[in-house]
Nanobody, 127 residues
Framework: QVQLTESGGGLVQPGASLRLSCTASGETSATNTMAWFRQAPGKEREFVVASRSRGGATSYEDSVKGRFTVSRDNAKNTLYLQMNMLKPEDTALYYC????????????????????WGQGTQVTVSS
């Protein structure tokens, strides 16, 4: 089992920044894929970004490109999401996801590619 602990959410004004963190613990694997998804009220869960531990491959959803940056500290089993220029439409519950394997590039954006999920951290962007 792998446990995921997210943090860093909050209430901010449009244009502000936040950094989310997700730390994996338990039966983690050095080879893994971690991702952020988000879900707004009344909407389906949406892919945000994914990162593979090997090779540094990342994939971003189009609406966050240029504003969000993913990074990871493999020694700490932690994935970060730096979110800049936040917009009201970024408001959602942000979930961290994990799989202890290399997910193929074409499958990075699919929730079913991941095995473990965190409880989510709320991000609210409002003036």
């Amino acid at each position: 089992q792998v446990q995921l602990t997210e943090s860093g959410g909050g209430l901010v004004q449009p244009g502000a920044s936040l950094r989310l963190s997700c730390t994996a613990s338990g039966e983690t694997s050095a080879t893994n894929t971690m991702a952020w998804f988000r879900q707004a009220p009344g909407k389906e869960r949406e892919f945000v970004v994914a990162s593979r531990s090997r090779g540094g491959a990342t994939s971003y959803e189009d609406s966050v490109k240029g504003r969000f940056t993913v990074s990871r500290d493999n020694a700490k089993n932690t994935l970060y999401l730096q979110m800049n220029m936040l917009k009201p439409e970024d408001t959602a519950l942000y979930y961290c996801a994990y799989k202890g394997q290399q997910v193929i590039l074409s499958a990075l954006s699919y929730p079913e590619s991941y095995v473990y999920w965190g409880q989510g951290t709320q991000v609210t962007v409002s003036s």
